[in-house]
């Protein structure tokens, strides 16, 4: 057998213990420290939110008073939260309501109709003017007359002037039998007083030899004896 020496024990002193104990401690403290405190990437991911921009409903940016009700809200949530209440989802919901209704407002404001541009005023209509001769005072009383509803025609007119006065306006029959009577015929279509009285035309001068109130007032009075100044061919 070969023949060796064993070493001999080491011998551990009071100072080797002190300073073992102290390492043990420190490296107990450590691993305490190291498992308190997250990793950084806990911490930042737990610590920073999101970053959102606010926007409204259909994608625009919120309005000012959007922006003072979110503040009024987000900070009403959080004085909940810190007093240890909980949000509920009803009044999640009735938030988000009322920022609907505001901004559907909004976008009404905003695309108002424009008001319809006011259409263009008539122009007066110009008074009609009439030649100053028996062509022209005969189409002033069929105006008339087609206002007033009194039948008649141009032609009517014409034949019956021409055989009563021949067109002349002041023309006065001091023969008759009205003559007689002291109510002499005068004017274009040879019309008494009393008559011209009776079947005077409204809108016309109250004269008897007015050429436009004569011919308005003998149509008239045809009219209502014969029809129409159309079915007179003689005296009447």
């Known amino acids: 057998m070969p023949n060796f020496t064993l070493p001999r024990p080491a011998r551990i002193t009071r100072t080797h213990k002190v300073t073992a104990a102290l390492v043990g401690t420190a490296s107990c403290a450590a ?3 190291f498992t308190a405190a997250p990793s950084d990437a806990e911490t930042t991911s737990a610590a920073a939110p999101a970053a959102v921009k606010p926007v409204s409903a259909n994608g625009l940016p919120l309005t000012a008073k959007d922006r003072a009700d979110d503040g009024k809200q987000a900070r009403a949530v959080a004085s909940s939260v810190a007093a240890g209440l909980k949000v509920t989802a ?38 009609k003017r009439y030649a100053n001769n028996l062509d022209g005072w005969i189409r002033e009383s069929l105006d008339i007359m087609k206002d007033k509803g009194i039948p008649g025609s141009y032609e009517g007119l014409h034949r019956n002037i021409m055989r009563e006065s021949s067109g002349n306006p002041n023309a006065v029959n001091n023969w008759d039998i009205n003559a007689i009577n002291g109510v002499p015929s005068k004017g274009l279509l040879q019309v008494i007083q009393p008559t011209f ?4 035309v409204s809108g016309t001068p109250h004269k008897l030899t007015d050429p436009i109130a004569n011919i308005t007032a003998a149509a008239n009075y045809a009219a209502d004896r014969y029809g129409s100044i159309d079915n007179v061919d003689s005296a009447y």
């Open 31 to 33: 691993a305490l420290a």
């Open 90 to 127: 009803v009044e999640k919901q009735n938030h988000a309501a009322e920022q609907t209704a505001n901004r559907s407002i909004e976008r009404k404001a905003l695309v108002a109709p424009k008001a319809a541009p006011k259409a263009p005023k008539a122009p007066k209509a110009t008074p």
């Open 197 to 200: 009285d009776a079947y005077h």
